[in-house]
C-alpha cells in the first residue's frame, strides 16, 4: 500500500511534540527540500483549507519560514516558530480595513510601509496608458486601495481624469465612483474601464459633474449603496496644467485663495459619504509662482484639517519626468542655480481619517 505523504501541518504538528533539537531539525530540513522540488507538491500539499476555502501557499514564504526555525538555537524557540506557522497556515486574521492575512503579513511584500516612495516604473498593464496629461500612476491607487479597503467596498475619485482609479478598483473588486468635469475626458475613462477585463465585475460608475456640488448621494442610491468607505482626490496642482476652460475647473481658480475654497468645498461634498473611521487621500504636488514656492501640498492638507479629520500620514512619492520634460533636464539644473531653488522632484500623498 502506498504510504500517505503527510501534510505540512501535520508533519510540523509532529515535529512540535519532538524534544531533540537535532530530529526537529532534519523534519524541518525535510519539509524544506520537499518544498524546493515543486513538483512533489503535485497533491496539492501546499493547499491549505482556511475557513472552508483554500488557499495556495507562497513558497519563498514558506522556505523563509523553515530557515528561521531551521536557525533556532534552542527547542523552545523552534517549537514557538512552528506553533506560529501552524496558526499562519490555518488561519486568517484580516486588518480591520482591508483584506491583509495579518497573520502571514510576511507575504506582502509588494505593499509599501515606509513614507518615501521611490516608484520607477509606471504600470502600464491592461487598460492603463501613460496618455492622459496629469494622471497618477496606476500603483498610487492599487496601493492605497490594498490598505484602506476591503473586496466589495465603495472608493469615491473626485477627479477621475482618465479612470485610473477606477480601472484599480475593478482589477481589485472595488466598487468605484469617480466624478469628473469634462465630458469628453469622462467618456474616455468610461472606455478604458471597459476594456479592464476582471473576473468578479464590481461596479464602476462615471458621474460627469462637479465635484464639489455633484449629488454623490443620489448617484449612490441609484446603486443601493448609502455610503462609501475611501476617498481619493487627485485635484489640478492649482495652474500647472489647465485641463478645460470651464470656470468651475480647479485649475482655472484665479488665485491660491480660490483653488483652496473650492477645493475645501470638493473636500466637504466627497467626505459627506464617506463612513467614520475611514480614510480619505489627497495626492498633489507644489508649485512655483513669481519666484516663490506656493506650498499647495501643506496648503491643501489644511483646508482638510479645518474638518473632522485626523492627519494618519504623509507620504512623499518621486516624480519621475515625464516624456515632455525630458532633455530639459540641464535647463532646470541651469535654472535653478541661477535663480536659487530646487528643481521638484517630489509629490505628496496625505492621508487623513475620519473621526465623526
Ligand atoms: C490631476 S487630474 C486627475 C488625474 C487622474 N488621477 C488620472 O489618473 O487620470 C485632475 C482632473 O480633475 C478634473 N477637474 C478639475 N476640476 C474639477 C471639478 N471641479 N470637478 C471634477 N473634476 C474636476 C480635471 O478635468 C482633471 O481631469
Given at each position: 500500500m502506498k504510504h500517505k505523504t503527510p501534510s505540512y501541518t501535520e508533519e510540523l504538528k509532529r515535529l512540535s511534540t519532538l524534544r531533540q533539537l537535532s530530529k526537529?531539525?532534519?523534519g524541518v530540513n525535510s519539509l524544506h527540500l520537499r518544498v524546493v522540488k515543486t513538483h512533489a507538491d503535485r497533491d496539492g500539499l501546499g493547499t491549505f483549507p482556511v475557513n472552508g476555502q483554500s488557499f495556495?501557499?507562497?513558497k519563498e514564504y514558506l522556505l523563509a519560514e523553515f530557515s528561521q526555525i531551521y536557525e533556532a538555537q534552542s527547542v523552545e524557540r523552534t517549537k514557538y516558530y512552528i506553533k506560529r506557522l501552524i496558526k499562519s497556515l490555518n488561519e486568517i486574521r484580516l486588518g480591520k480595513l482591508n483584506d491583509i492575512n495579518l497573520n502571514r503579513w510576511k507575504e506582502y511584500n509588494d505593499i509599501i510601509t515606509d513614507s518615501l516612495w521611490g516608484l520607477d516604473k509606471r504600470?502600464?498593464?491592461g487598460a492603463h496608458s501613460a496618455g492622459y496629461w496629469g494622471n497618477f500612476i496606476p500603483q498610487i491607487p492599487n496601493q492605497l486601495l490594498r490598505r484602506y479597503t476591503k473586496r466589495g467596498e465603495w472608493v469615491l475619485d473626485g477627479f477621475l481624469g482618465s479612470g485610473t482609479t477606477l480601472i484599480e478598483c475593478k482589477r481589485l473588486d472595488r466598487n468605484g465612483i469617480g466624478i469628473e468635469l469634462q465630458?469628453?475626458?469622462a467618456k474616455k475613462a468610461i472606455n478604458a474601464i471597459e476594456r479592464e477585463t476582471s473576473i468578479t465585475s464590481p461596479k464602476c460608475i462615471v458621474a460627469v459633474g462637479d465635484s464639489s456640488e455633484i449629488n454623490i448621494s443620489k448617484k449612490l442610491k441609484?446603486?443601493?449603496v448609502s455610503s462609501i468607505q475611501f476617498v481619493i482626490l487627485h485635484p489640478p496642482y492649482w495652474?500647472?496644467?489647465k485641463f478645460s476652460n470651464f470656470e468651475n475647473d480647479l485649475s482655472n481658480a484665479k488665485t491660491v485663495e480660490d483653488f483652496l475654497t473650492c477645493f475645501g468645498h470638493v473636500v466637504d461634498n466627497c467626505s459627506s459619504v464617506l463612513d467614520k473611521g475611514r480614510f480619505l487621500a489627497v495626492v498633489i504636488g507644489d508649485k512655483y509662482s513669481d519666484g516663490k514656492l506656493v506650498p499647495l501640498g501643506f496648503r491643501t492638507m489644511q483646508e482638510v484639517l479645518k474638518r473632522d479629520f485626523t492627519l494618519k500620514s504623509i507620504i512623499v512619492k518621486n516624480?519621475?519626468?515625464?516624456k515632455a520634460k525630458r532633455g530639459q533636464d540641464k535647463l532646470w539644473r541651469y535654472r535653478a542655480l541661477v535663480g536659487g531653488f530646487y528643481v521638484f522632484k517630489h509629490e505628496y500623498i496625505f492621508l487623513f481619517r475620519k473621526m465623526s
Open positions: 526537529i531539525k532534519t495556495r501557499i507562497n504600470d502600464r498593464s465630458p469628453s475626458i441609484l446603486n443601493g495652474d500647472i496644467i516624480i519621475k519626468q515625464t
